[in-house]
T-cell receptor, first 114, second 111 residues
Framework: DSGVTQTPKHLITATGQRVTLRCSPR?????VYWYQQSLDQGLQFLIH???????AKGNILERFSAQQFPDLHSELNLSSLELGDSALYFC?????????????FGEGSRLTVL | GQSLEQPSEVTAVEGAIVQINCTYQ??????LSWYQQHDGGAPTFLSY????GLEETGRFSSFLSRSDSYGYLLLQELQMKDSASYFC????????????FGKGTRLSVIA
C-alpha cells in the first residue's frame, strides 16, 4: 500500500460526458502528479501540483483540468469525453523534492468511455 | 524535452539474469529511476541512479553512464513473480519537476 488513494477504481461512461477522478496523497506529501496510461503505452505526464499551485503541465488536453485543494487532495476533471480517453489514470505523490526520483503511485482509476 | 528508449519486450528463463537497457535524451539531467508495474497494478519504485555506476538492491541492480546517456536495470535469479513491465524515467532538473517515463519493457519469465 503506497498510501495514495484514488477513487473511483473503475468508471464506465459515455462519450460527451464529464467525470471527476479524485486523489488523496500520502500524508505529508505536498506534490501530486497525474499520469495517463493507455493500452500498451507508457505513463504520459499530465499535470503536477505542489501545495495547491500548478507547477508543470504535460500533454494535457484542454478538455482536461485539475486542481489541488487546501487539504492537498487533488481532482482531475475530464470533460467532453471521447473513446480515446479510455485509459488508466494514475495519481502519484512525493515529498517536495523527490531527490531519489521516487514517486508513490495510487492504484489508478480505470476509465472506460463507450 | 525528453525522450527515452527501451526495448518493448524481453523474455528470460527462471533463475537466469536479464538486463533491460534504457537510453535517454534530455535537455538537463537529474537522475534515472526505474519502476516496476505488474499487470493491472500501480508502478512501484525500484531504484535510482544520480551518479555514474552501479546501485545494488537485493536481486536488482541499476547502472548509469551519464556520458553515454545510458542506463540499465539488471535482474538476477529471476523468479516468475518478476514478470512485469519495467519503466525507466528521468527528470531534467533537480527542482520539483515531473518524471518522464519510457514506454516500458515487458519482461516475461518462463520456466
Amino acid at each position: 500500500d503506497s498510501g495514495v488513494t484514488q477513487t473511483p477504481k473503475h468508471l464506465i461512461t459515455a462519450t460527451g460526458q464529464r467525470v471527476t477522478l479524485r486523489c488523496s496523497p500520502r500524508s505529508g506529501d505536498l506534490s501530486v502528479y497525474w499520469y495517463q496510461q493507455s493500452l500498451d503505452q507508457g505513463l504520459q505526464f499530465l499535470i503536477h501540483y505542489y501545495n495547491g499551485e500548478e507547477r508543470a503541465k504535460g500533454n494535457i488536453l484542454e478538455r482536461f483540468s485539475a486542481q489541488q485543494f487546501p487539504d492537498l487532495h487533488s481532482e482531475l476533471n475530464l470533460s467532453s469525453l471521447e473513446l480515446g480517453d479510455s485509459a488508466l489514470y494514475f495519481c502519484a505523490s512525493s515529498v517536495a523534492v523527490p531527490n531519489t526520483g521516487e514517486l508513490f503511485f495510487g492504484e489508478g482509476s480505470r476509465l472506460t468511455v463507450l | 524535452g525528453q525522450s527515452l528508449e527501451q526495448p518493448s519486450e524481453v523474455t528470460a528463463v527462471e533463475g537466469a539474469i536479464v538486463q533491460i537497457n534504457c537510453t535517454y535524451q534530455t535537455s538537463g539531467f537529474y537522475g534515472l529511476s526505474w519502476y516496476q508495474q505488474h499487470d493491472g497494478g500501480a508502478p512501484t519504485f525500484l531504484s535510482y541512479n544520480g551518479l555514474d555506476g552501479l546501485e545494488e538492491t537485493g536481486r536488482f541492480s541499476s547502472f548509469l553512464s551519464r556520458s553515454d546517456s545510458y542506463g540499465y536495470l539488471l535482474l538476477q535469479e529471476l523468479q516468475m513473480k518478476d514478470s512485469a513491465s519495467y519503466f525507466c524515467a528521468v527528470r531534467d532538473d533537480k527542482g520539483n519537476t515531473p518524471l518522464v517515463f519510457g514506454k516500458g519493457t515487458r519482461l516475461s519469465v518462463i520456466a
